[in-house]
């Protein structure tokens, strides 16, 4: 039934997307009464979605009406960092940029560097007239792999994309492993397939250093080392190698370089694995039967991967050995076997058309360079030389919050402390990082702008129809690159293009427009088991166990075991290993200004397991420092079974102002890269934990 959306009605409800940088990409449902959104739910006829939202969206009114939103122009006033500004009128906000940004291009436009992320994950807010106007200008571009990029490496190099088994097939699996994903707080509509699959029988093992809230409701939990996922894949497929649980057509057929990848396993007792990933030799054993039970009954073997398990040195090579194993078993044959990660692959996006790379022609810069946001702490503060380029001088952020989520928080800090820098900050909200603009632009939320999405957890494409006018003066990210593009210039008939016809360029004729319209949603049309018989869109058309790409450039082809930058037990100064992974109530670092999510999540916390906090006379709510050579964090002490003897979970992002000492769990990562896909390892990160004492600081 299409849902009444007159503006001459006073109450009414308009379909939308939800923007977030979650598997999950919900359909939204949101009533407006009197020009105020004061109801979003999950829209019952998204199959995906259900009618369900997470805890965090459903306050989504909450955080749009929010006090604290930025509804005007701001200046700064203060010193650099002190979040002191005046309100300016957008007219001399845009005039001022515009004459600054073209005195820098005029010298240099690559010392302009765009930053965003998946703030929004719309394709008109996130990835369209921005890009347009970077490319334009000439400035820097952006290496975009503060999240999945390891992952994403891995999964192209082994299966030729972003792409797997479809998420609804998981109810009908026998055996799932959770590898790497704490599904309950931030995947929640996979787990509800997880959870129809276990009321059929199904059996759920967690791989996880972490006892999450999604290990609880599993039937095992095996709480391995950080980062020593692939010596377990290893051990699994030596077992299914000595018992022959293999399927040898599937093998022979669909597979590159089995035979190198069976003498690398075989290298991997289980008892060697069980040392080096701190498990217990029968929880490898037990797991290894399992899968070898349902090879031998036909029964669907799938992995639910997810990007947790990608944040440590070897992340890259971890995803690739733990993508191999599905064809060992040929566990692709089932539409309910096999592997997810990512399904963005999936989608058709236009994106040449989008962002328009072509547009660097005219900027004459042809190749600008590559800025890596993963280190941009170190980059901020590189002095101009003949390698690196221009040192940066003008960063336009956006969609992001990076002092907050970067890593290595203290050299991320300084960088944003230059005097010299010139920084805009679109925004929400005042984040630590607004609290560093020049200037700071009101960004509109979703609930005030179109946007069309695809999804890294479903395959269907949603879109999103603005429910509310604009709040205040905000303005959507693609209206304020337009209007900078106007005062810079820039004539090109494609910056005056509209929200709603980016929206309908973004997939052309591969979506039925006029369905996604009627629905808010559109499914693409895909097969049911994409690789039953092959068919990998890799170079040999087959799962790459063997990389000849990852060869040619010099690395190894087979997956490799690779040590942690910062290896457990390697450093008598910093015994603890810590990983970092998301709140439930926070989605990184948004929401933490939602008073009523805040205080569910009380304080910033670590989680210690009882033996370490005795040995350093911690109790449980102690205030505690952890600290390493790169910095100190202050929080409360949760000591709980949740953290497994020498790892400490210290739960993500807060904002440093809302922290205890100013700082947050960043100000302990470092910049160091994984493997493949030049990728943070947030979670490769040894500390030590002392109590606090009251005149430390
Ligand atoms: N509520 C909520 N939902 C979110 C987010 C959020 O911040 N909050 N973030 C969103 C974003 S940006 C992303 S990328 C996705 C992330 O999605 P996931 O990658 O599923 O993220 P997590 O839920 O943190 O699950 C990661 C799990 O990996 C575990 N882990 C850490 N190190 C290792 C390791 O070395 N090996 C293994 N096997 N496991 C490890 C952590 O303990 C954690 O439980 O979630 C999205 N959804
Ligand atoms: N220690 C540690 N650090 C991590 C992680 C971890 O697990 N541990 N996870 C990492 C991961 S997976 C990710 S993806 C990154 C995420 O890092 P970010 O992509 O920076 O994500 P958020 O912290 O959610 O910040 C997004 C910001 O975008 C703003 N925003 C939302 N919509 C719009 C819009 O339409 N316009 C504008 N202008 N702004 C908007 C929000 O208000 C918010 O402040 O963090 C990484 N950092
Ligand atoms: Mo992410």
Request: aromatic fraction near 8%; include cysteine.
């Amino acid at each position: 039934m299409p849902i009444p959306q007159t503006q001459t009605q006073t109450r009414f409800e308009v379909r939308g997307a939800c923007p977030h940088d979650c598997p999950d990409s919900c359909a939204l449902i949101t009533t407006v009464d009197q020009g105020r959104a004061v109801q979003v739910r999950g829209n019952p006829e998204h199959p995906h979605t259900a009618g369900v939202l997470c805890a965090k969206v459903a306050r989504y009114p909450e955080r749009t009406h929010h006090p604290e939103r930025l509804l005007y122009p701001l200046k700064r006033v203060g010193p650099k960092g002190s979040g002191q500004f005046e309100r300016v009128s957008w007219d001399q906000a845009l005039s001022d940029i515009a004459t600054r940004l073209q005195a820098i291009a005029a010298r240099d436009p690559q010392a302009i560097l765009p930053y965003s992320y998946a703030g929004t994950m719309g394709l008109v807010q996130g990835e369209s007239m921005d890009r347009r106007f970077f490319h334009r200008l000439g400035a820097s571009r952006l290496d975009r792999t503060i999240c999945a990029s390891a992952g994403a490496a891995a999964l192209e190099a082994t299966l030729g994309g972003k792409l797997g088994m479809k998420v609804e097939h998981f109810a009908e699996s026998r055996l799932i492993l959770l590898w790497g994903t704490n599904s309950i707080g931030s995947n929640l509509h996979f787990w509800r397939h997880a959870q129809e699959a276990k009321r059929r029988g199904a059996k759920l093992v967690c791989i996880d250093p972490r006892r999450s809230e999604t290990a609880d409701k599993c039937h095992e939990h095996l709480a391995l080392l950080p980062g020593t996922d692939a010596a377990l894949a290893y051990a699994l497929m030596h077992e299914l190698i000595v018992h022959d649980w293999l399927d040898h057509d599937y093998l022979e057929r669909y597979t590159l370089g089995w035979p190198q990848l069976r003498e690398r396993a075989l290298q991997w007792p289980p008892e060697r694995a069980a040392q080096h990933c701190g498990l217990p030799v029968e929880q490898i054993l037990a797991l290894a039967q399992d899968i070898g039970r349902c090879f031998e009954q036909r029964e669907a073997v799938a992995i639910r991967l997810n990007y947790g398990m990608q944040r440590t040195r070897g992340g890259g090579n971890a995803v690739r050995a733990v993508a191999c194993l599905p064809a060992l078993i040929g566990a692709w044959r089932q539409r309910a076997g096999g592997l997810l990660l990512s399904s963005s692959g999936n989608f058709p996006v236009r994106r040449d058309q989008l962002q328009r790379p072509d547009l660097l022609a005219a900027s004459g810069v042809r190749s600008p360079r590559l800025i890596n946001m993963s280190t941009i702490g170190a980059d901020l503060l590189r002095p101009a030389s003949p390698e690196f380029g221009p040192a940066i001088e003008a960063l336009l952020v956006y969609n992001s919050n990076p002092v907050a989520v970067a890593p290595q928080s203290g050299q991320v800090v300084a960088g944003f402390a230059r005097e010299d820098l010139f920084t805009v900050v679109l925004e929400q909200f005042q984040t630590d990082t607004a609290d560093y603009a020049d200037y700071l632009l009101p960004a509109t939320t979703q609930l005030e702008h179109w946007d069309i999405h695809t999804s890294y957890g479903h395959t269907d494409v949603l879109l999103n129809r603005p429910a509310i006018a604009p709040l205040g003066e905000a303005k959507s990210n693609s209206q304020i690159f337009r209007e900078l593009a106007a005062r810079l210039g820039f004539d090109d008939p494609c910056f005056a293009q509209d929200d709603e016809s980016l929206c309908r360029q973004a997939f052309g004729d591969a979506v039925d427009w006029e369905r996604l319209t009627q629905q808010g949603y559109f499914s693409l049309p895909l097969p049911d088991a994409p690789f039953a018989e092959g068919g990998f869109p890799t170079p040999s058309g087959k799962c790459e166990c063997f990389s000849a790409a990852l060869a040619a450039q010099g690395l190894d082809g087979l997956p490799q075991v690779l040590p942690n930058h910062e290896p457990w037990g390697s450093s008598a100064a910093y015994p603890l290993a810590m990983i970092s992974p998301p709140a439930r109530n926070f989605l990184n670092s948004t929401f933490v200004n939602v008073r009523s999510l805040r205080d569910i999540e009380g304080e910033p916390r670590l989680e210690i397991h009882p033996d370490d906090a005795a040995a350093r006379g911690i109790e449980d709510g102690s205030l505690v420092c952890v600290f390493n050579d790169r910095g100190r964090y202050h929080c409360q002490a949760d000591v709980s079974h949740r953290a497994r003897p020498g790892v400490v979970n210290g739960l993500g992002i807060w904002w440093r102002k809302l922290g205890h000492n100013g700082t947050n769990v960043n100000e302990l990562t470092h910049q160091q890269l994984t493997d493949l896909g030049r990728a943070p390892a947030f979670y490769d990160c040894l500390v030590q934990v002392s109590l606090l004492r009251p005149d430390d600081s």
